[in-house]
């Protein structure tokens, strides 16, 4: 059970480049969700879902793109990368049964140059 | 005034210590509180939940105070394993998924 994976770990981008992102879970959590983590700020919530086909956005999501088209996957696209993305972004999934348990990816770690 | 705040700390204490954190919130609708665990550069786990009538997990006790809106970490007897940085997380107020996370109070246990 690999729980919720992320990928890559790290990525290097120049400003103005676009990516995408990966997150995956197995464990069929209708709930998934993207945070960034800065220096003095905490988590940010960027976009959520509550199930394939539905997303909403969070408190940050400009310059953040999302879709679930399947209950596993839920990618972030960076349409074109600002210095002020760089960040530590972490995937979350948790069950709509069980919302207090959010189970969190091992994050991936973006430096735009 | 941020929604959740922390005091980031360090803290560092002895092994043996018994140490407490503070967390205060802004919003009055809260309903959940939780306490995370986070490891350098790894991801967040949750480390216990937080209810009206506390909640005790081995050497760790949380308490709610709703009239003064905090919520607190007890940690007795602390171990090494226990340097971490702990985070106050809360439901926003439009709906339970909306989790506010604090900044993180930082713990070092020291031999």
């Known amino acids: ?113 | 005034r941020k929604e959740v705040e922390q005091d980031p700390g360090p803290f560092n204490v002895p092994e043996g210590a018994t140490v407490a954190f503070n967390c205060t919130y802004s919003n009055s609708a809260s309903q959940s509180f939780f306490w995370y665990r986070q490891d350098c550069r790894k991801e967040p786990k949750l480390l216990m939940s937080v209810y009206s009538s506390g909640n005790e997990d081995g050497r760790f006790t949380a308490q709610l105070n709703r009239a003064s809106q905090y919520i607190s970490l007890l940690i007795r007897d602390s171990k090494l394993s226990d340097s971490a940085t702990y985070l106050c997380v809360v439901n926003g107020n439009t709906g339970f998924q909306k989790l506010v996370f604090g900044t993180g109070t930082r713990l070092l246990v020291s031999p």
């Open chain 1, 1 to 113: 059970n690999a729980g919720v994976t992320q990928t890559p770990k790290f990525q290097v981008l120049k400003t103005g480049q676009s990516m995408t992102l990966q997150c995956a879970q197995d464990m069929n959590h209708e709930y998934m969700s993207w945070y960034r983590q800065d220096p003095g700020m905490g988590l940010r919530l960027i976009h959520y879902s509550v199930g394939a086909g539905i997303t909403d956005q969070g408190e940050v999501p400009n310059g953040y793109n999302v879709s679930r088209s399947t209950t596993e996957d839920f990618p972030l696209r960076l349409l074109s990368a600002a210095p002020s993305q760089t960040s530590v972004y972490f995937c979350a999934s948790s069950s709509l049964a069980g919302p207090e348990t959010q189970y969190f990816g091992p994050g991936t770690r973006l430096l735009v140059l």
